[in-house]
């Protein structure tokens, strides 16, 4: 199970080398731009800024394609009914089958932003190191518990994906075999959903009882007693480096506020 959003941050691409407080605040400020497009016009104008930053920070496709996959699976499933259901205008009739003209623009719109969206936050932290990132959101003013919560959630979810495979494995060695199937004859029986209910249930009950455990090691260390701010970045970059990132920080929040205005004017 891959869950890494930074195993490619030592990639070599101006994306990679920006200065993480910069890269932070531009690339927010372009999803919200993105968030507010509601005209169709603006679409191929926002894939393309998509498609450009993509190419450009030298990621991989398969490491796009990889996490895309279930969230565009659930987008698919809330949106599909659209075309059908909303709107006035028929574009194409048969039989109780109706597509709509408004409905395939909301589609294309809901589908167009939730793809860039996406994209730019996998941009976001696939170009940098989770911990870089977390120090630049603290020094961006995140209060030191909610940075403290990001770094152990992060942490812990390829914890609790090892005890989920080991469990898997532990099953399969007693002879439990289950393999999904895509059609409905083929649906699980009563005794099969039952152990997958037991799975789920141990998985997250020891997952409660580690969280536990973590706690009280981290307060027998001190944890909370100290007002220490330890995730802010004090190192000094040098000049030349900041000033680039600086320019490329004014970039693309030109380019936010284009589409910002763009959106408006329309």
Same mark, same amino acid.
């Given at each position: 199970?891959?869950?890494? *959003?930074?195993?490619?941050?030592? &990639?070599?691409? +101006?994306?990679?080398?920006?200065?993480? =407080?910069?890269?932070? $605040?531009? /690339?927010?400020?372009?999803?919200?731009?993105?968030?507010?497009?509601?005209?169709?016009?603006?679409?191929p104008f926002m894939l393309l800024t998509t498609s450009l930053l993509y190419l450009t920070s030298r990621l991989p496709f398969s490491f796009w394609s990889e996490r895309i996959r279930y969230p565009?699976?659930?987008?698919?499933?809330?949106?599909?009914?659209?075309?059908? *259901?909303?709107?006035?205008?028929? &574009?194409?009739? +048969?039989?109780?089958?109706?597509?709509? =003209?408004?409905?395939? $623009?909301? /589609?294309?719109?809901?589908?167009?932003?939730?793809?860039?969206?996406?994209?730019?936050?996998?941009?976001?932290?696939?170009?940098?190191?989770?911990?870089?990132?977390?120090?630049?959101?603290?020094?961006?003013?995140?209060?030191?518990?909610?940075?403290?919560?990001?770094?152990?959630?992060?942490?812990?979810?390829?914890?609790?994906?090892?005890?989920?495979?080991?469990?898997?494995?532990?099953?399969?060695?007693?002879?439990?075999?289950?393999?999904?199937?895509?059609?409905?004859?083929? /649906?699980?029986?009563?005794?099969?959903?039952?152990?997958?209910?037991?799975?789920?249930?141990?998985?997250?009950?020891?997952?409660?009882?580690?969280s536990e455990r973590i706690y009280k090691a981290m307060r027998l260390r001190g944890y909370g007693y100290q007002k220490i701010n330890t995730f802010v970045n004090t190192e000094v970059q040098p000049?030349?480096?900041?000033?680039?990132?600086?320019?490329?920080?004014?970039?693309?929040?030109?380019?936010?506020?284009?589409?910002?205005?763009?959106?408006?004017?329309?």
């Amino acid at each position: 199970m891959k869950l890494a *959003l930074d195993e490619y941050a030592h &990639l070599k691409s +101006w994306i990679h080398q920006w200065e993480a =407080q910069h890269k932070l $605040v531009g /690339l927010i400020a372009l999803i919200f731009a993105f968030a507010l497009v509601e005209h169709w016009q603006l679409i191929p104008f926002m894939l393309l800024t998509t498609s450009l930053l993509y190419l450009t920070s030298r990621l991989p496709f398969s490491f796009w394609s990889e996490r895309i996959r279930y969230p565009g699976l659930f987008l698919l499933g809330v949106v599909i009914l659209l075309p059908f *259901l909303s709107g006035t205008t028929v &574009l194409w009739n +048969w039989g109780i089958l109706t597509v709509r =003209q408004e409905g395939m $623009v909301a /589609l294309f719109l809901i589908a167009s932003r939730f793809l860039s969206i996406i994209t730019v936050g996998l941009i976001l932290f696939g170009t940098t190191p989770f911990l870089t990132t977390v120090r630049a959101m603290r020094s961006l003013g995140l209060p030191i518990v909610l940075a403290d919560m990001l770094l152990l959630t992060y942490r812990y979810l390829f914890e609790v994906a090892n005890s989920l495979t080991h469990m898997q494995r532990s099953m399969r060695l007693r002879g439990f075999q289950y393999q999904p199937r895509r059609r409905l004859s083929h /649906l699980p029986d009563r005794q099969t959903l039952d152990r997958l209910a037991s799975l789920a249930g141990t998985l997250l009950v020891r997952s409660y009882e580690q969280s536990e455990r973590i706690y009280k090691a981290m307060r027998l260390r001190g944890y909370g007693y100290q007002k220490i701010n330890t995730f802010v970045n004090t190192e000094v970059q040098p000049k030349g480096i900041r000033l680039w990132s600086m320019a490329g920080l004014v970039c693309v929040l030109l380019v936010a506020l284009s589409f910002v205005v763009a959106e408006v004017l329309i």
